[in-house]
């Protein structure tokens, strides 16, 4: 049986959504257990895909987890196991995650090159690189990185680009390192700040957190500890880009309006009044949304992850848009499913050209990864007739109850199951 959602246009999205976990962050977070003995909780977890395939993982290395609703239990035993499962590390790429940990707590580490979404490139040769400085030896044998060291000790790293996996990893090597680690030019992501956050709470010293140079003063070990995830920044962006394309009014709890402060301003931009809260923020569009440009950078910039959004904004807004994409290669093949719709679209190498039209036209599409799977059901709201967005499995496993938020805010969207028999 496979399923899409059949998604027809024309509702004005109204109401409030509350947000969970990151899912870019619960990931991590489960994979840092790995650094203490005992029983570690994780709450505000996200009720999506990934996070019962990140559980394979850890039981694969003799860890025993629970996943009960929005609560994620993990008792790591003392001498957990150092090779992960290949069939479990090959459903996602959060898997590499592991790496660091284990080579701090096992001194040996055996990870399958992880799976997941179809957005380019992205090589494991800074996270070598790091863990190398760090003292490991590494290299890829039969499918696996191979990760080896006696001992790890404080280095001074820089990283060539600001590499999420890779400072998440570095991070969780180097809190069991013995001396001082400093990491140059480190992701400064919310999700790293989470993980910075967590592990200090398991008694990591790390300094200078939230800022492009950490400094990792090695301990020898860690305590378990319980941890309540930061809501998902990325999800809530999306319901802020459905609120500006449906011209529609939606206010969007459980997330730091902070940690969204570029996106929101594109959105005043393209002519939604915004208004922010504590953990909310809300935004309204009376009319047709205004052409925006958009440059993807890692954070503080805007979100790689959220350029599909872009696009399909751009696709219904009135004036021409450019999306540059810095981050992901492969992440325009979405442009040629939103040329499905009725898009008036071109791509020239990082550069998209959108041509906003009145209304999008209804098409059978494909979702290639999570956030493109979200930004053309998005479409399929502003297209007239019966969009069916295929391959949801993708959305699944980022947006948690997706079809029954949407339906909340007045979208007409359903979940369809079918026989490929038939």
């Known amino acids: ?18 947000v969970v976990g990151a899912k870019n962050s619960v990931l991590k977070l489960m994979a840092a257990a790995l650094l203490a003995e005992g029983t570690t909780t994780i709450t505000n977890c996200p009720e999506i895909l990934d996070v019962p395939l990140m559980a394979d993982v850890l039981r694969s290395l003799g860890c025993t987890v629970a996943v009960d609703h929005d609560a994620v239990t993990i008792d790591v035993p003392a001498a957990p196991g150092a090779q992960a499962d290949y069939r479990s590390v090959s459903k996602l790429r959060a898997s590499v995650c592991v790496l660091g940990p284990l080579v701090a707590r096992c001194r040996r580490a055996v990870v399958p090159l992880p799976g997941g979404d179809a957005i380019g490139s992205r090589p494991l040769d800074m996270h ?14 039969h499918g696996c990185v191979v990760a ?7 280095a001074q790293i820089w990283l060539d680009f600001p590499s999420v996996g890779a400072t998440e990893n ?14 140059d030019n480190a992701a400064r992501e919310p999700e790293i700040v989470d993980l910075c956050t967590m ?9 200078g957190v939230g ?22 920044r990325i999800v809530g962006a999306t319901w802020a880009f459905a609120a500006a394309m449906t011209r529609g009014t939606v206010t969007v709890r459980g997330v730091d309006p902070h940690h969204l402060d570029l996106v929101l301003d594109k959105l005043r931009t393209a002519g939604a009044a915004v208004t922010v809260g504590l953990e909310e923020f809300t935004v309204a569009m009376n009319g047709r949304p205004r052409a925006v440009d958009f440059v993807t950078l890692p954070y503080p910039g805007f979100a790689t992850d959220l350029q599909p959004m872009a696009i399909a904004l751009a696709a219904v807004a009135d004036g021409t848009s450019m999306i540059t994409e810095n981050v992901f290669e492969a992440r325009f093949r979405f442009v040629d499913e939103m040329m499905r719709l009725g898009a ?7 550069h998209a050209v959108v041509r906003g039209v009145e209304w999008l036209s209804s098409a059978p599409v494909w979702a290639s990864d999570i956030r493109a799977g979200a930004g053309l059901v998005l479409a399929g709201l502003c297209a007239d007739g019966e969009t069916e967005v295929w391959d949801v499995t993708h959305i699944d496993r980022g947006y948690p109850r997706f079809v029954e938020n949407l339906r909340a805010l007045g979208a007409d969207i359903e979940r369809v199951t079918v026989d490929p028999a038939r």
Do not use: C, N, W
């Not at 070598?128 to 760090?134: E, N, P, V």
């Not at 570095?170 to 990491?183: E, K, P, Q, R, Y």
């Not at 008036?344 to 990082?350: E, F, M, P, S, Y």
């Open 199 to 207: 592990l200090q709470q398991m008694g990591a010293k790390i300094d």
């Open 211 to 232: 800022s492009s140079t950490l400094t990792v003063h090695g301990v020898s070990s860690l305590e378990p500890t319980a941890h309540r995830v930061i809501g998902d």
């Open 170 to 183: 570095i991070l969780m090597a180097a809190v069991l390192a013995d001396g001082t680690t400093v990491i």
């Open 148 to 154: 080896e060291a006696d001992d790890l000790y404080g």
């Open 344 to 350: 008036d679209a071109r791509t020239d190498g990082h």
């Open 128 to 141: 070598q690189a790091g863990l190398r400085k760090l003292g490991a030896t590494t290299e890829i044998e």
């Open 1 to 18: 049986m496979v399923e899409h959602f059949a998604v027809r246009g024309g509702a004005r999205l109204v109401g409030s959504v509350d």
